[in-house]
């Protein structure tokens, strides 16, 4: 059988565009997923829910972003096989990362249930607030195998070469997590804890339902339950592809807050979260490519059509440059408008705006950050992604914070600036690295011909 989206042939564009318009509005959709929760707990709940769903919302979503990360190994060593021409080999790639992953969200369940308030400590979650917090996690702990299978559906299916069934997923999980929220919360009045009901409840039907849908569709492999074991061969290739990104997703989310802690003490906590908000917004169509282009270029490099991902990425770059564009002028001219989405506080707004001033500096550096990291995720060199993803983080975002807050009355610009300056070094890796892989491929040419 051939996969349900075979990228070695044909047009590139064309097929990356159609690939990467649903994985936006999968990741639009799933932005808008945390935003309904605090909507409707901020609207029928007290100011503590909001506080412990808020807290409690970030630690979970830290979790699934690590988990997603790993996952993307099935992605890029699914892609490769079908490439290939070893589709036979998908229901194994399949088979061990369920295994994998049932035994990791059964330790996972194990570890936030029993050590919730410990986590909800580090955190610094507030004491009027604490008790929801904890309520909040524990609740969604609980149901750690929904969010897995649910994310580990979304790999599998990138990795086919079919981006739409991750979007059904959520879009099935976004509409019951809303009436979930005004069930609970707004008729039953349960608080933070009808939001996490709600939340498990919305990936639990959204996993049941997609499993019926996949079992009534044509498979471009072989699957059955004899699959569903640990390879051993296949369990190594996994973690060398998705284990580096995952710990880089890690690193990289403590970094963030460490400057979260850096602003704190500079007293404009709510300025900057109000600002991380609209940034996620604003970097959905580049993060978009980014898991578009490891699919697309993981098939073309087991199919050893390298001429065919380089065009890929530079399509992927050009178009996510555009549209990089557009959310660059928005967030350096239009920043009042945008914070005031979320936002009442004049003060607020005003010093969001400034942060996002420097912010719409990233929104082009970031066409060709995350087109370069979904490439070379695609390449199978996940390892390069990692360090260079580790570098900017600590060896300049952090530091640039830090030093940038030491100086008397500075504006939420300047420390803005540090994600920009992390950026350019990123991006001065990736191009460093490409022309080096070049030349060595062009010598091992040379030496076989």
Same mark, same amino acid.
């Given at each position: 059988m051939e996969s349900l989206h075979d990228f070695t042939k044909g047009k590139i564009l064309g097929p990356l565009l159609k690939f990467a318009y649903p994985v936006f509005l999968a990741l639009f959709l799933q932005a808008m997923y945390g935003?309904?929760?605090?909507?409707?707990?901020?609207?029928?709940?007290?100011?503590?829910?909001?506080?412990?769903?808020?807290?409690?919302? /970030?630690?979970?979503?830290?979790?699934?972003?690590? !988990?997603?990360?790993?996952? +993307? @190994?099935?992605?890029?060593? %699914?892609? /490769?096989?079908?490439?290939?021409?070893?589709?036979? !080999?998908?229901?194994?790639? +399949? @088979?061990?990362?369920?295994? %994998?992953?049932?035994?990791?969200?059964?330790?996972?369940?194990?570890?936030f249930v029993a050590f919730t308030p410990e986590i909800s400590a580090l955190m610094q979650a507030p004491e009027e607030a604490f008790s929801q917090t904890v309520s909040y996690v524990r609740i969604c702990s609980a149901g750690t195998i929904f969010i897995i299978a649910f994310n580990l559906l979304g790999s599998i299916f990138r990795g086919m070469g079919d981006s739409k069934m991750p979007l059904i997923t959520v879009a099935i999980a976004c509409v019951v997590n809303i009436f979930g929220d005004l069930l609970l919360v707004a008729v039953f009045k349960m608080g933070a804890d009808g939001a996490a009901y709600a939340t498990v409840l919305a990936q639990a039907v959204s996993v049941v339902l997609s499993l019926i849908i996949i079992s009534r569709r044509a498979m471009p492999f072989a699957f059955s339950r004899a699959d569903i074991r640990i390879d051993k061969d296949i369990a190594l290739q996994l973690f060398k592809l998705g284990a580096p990104v995952a710990l880089q997703e890690l690193l990289v989310s403590l970094s963030f807050l460490v400057i979260f802690a850096i602003v704190n003490s500079l007293g404009l906590t709510q300025s900057a979260g109000v600002a991380e908000k609209i940034c996620g917004f604003l970097m959905l169509v580049a993060s978009a490519y980014m898991q578009s282009l490891s699919a697309f270029v993981a098939q073309n490099i087991g199919a050893k059509r390298s001429d065919r991902a380089k065009l890929a990425l530079k399509y992927g770059i050009l178009t996510s440059l555009a549209a990089g564009a557009v959310m660059g002028y928005l967030s350096f001219f239009h920043g009042e408008a945008l914070a005031g989405i979320f936002s009442n506080d004049q003060e607020v707004i005003r010093m969001a705006s400034d942060y996002l001033k420097a912010y719409s500096i990233d929104c082009i550096l970031t066409a060709f950050l995350f087109c370069f990291c979904g490439y070379y995720s695609g390449c199978g060199r996940t390892t390069f992604t990692m360090v260079q993803g580790i570098a900017g983080a600590f060896l300049v975002r952090i530091p640039f914070?830090?030093?940038?807050?030491?100086?008397?009355?500075?504006?939420?610009?300047?420390?803005?600036?540090?994600?920009?300056?992390?950026?350019?070094?990123?991006?001065?890796?990736?191009?460093?690295?490409?022309?080096?892989?070049?030349?060595?491929?062009?010598?091992?040419?040379m030496a076989e011909a």
């Open positions: 935003a309904v929760d605090l909507l409707v707990v901020g609207k029928f709940a007290t100011t503590a829910d909001v506080s412990g769903v808020a807290t409690g919302s /970030q630690i979970m979503q830290s979790l699934t972003f690590v !988990l997603t990360s790993f996952s +993307i @190994g099935i992605t890029i060593l %699914l892609g /490769q096989k079908i490439g290939e021409g070893k589709s036979e !080999l998908g229901g194994k790639v +399949i @088979g061990t990362g369920v295994a %994998l992953f049932a035994i990791i969200a059964a330790v996972c369940t194990i570890v914070s830090y030093f940038m807050s030491r100086i008397p009355g500075i504006s939420l610009f300047y420390i803005g600036l540090a994600t920009p300056a992390s950026t350019v070094i990123q991006i001065a890796l990736c191009l460093i690295y490409f022309v080096y892989t070049e030349k060595k491929v062009k010598k091992t040419e």
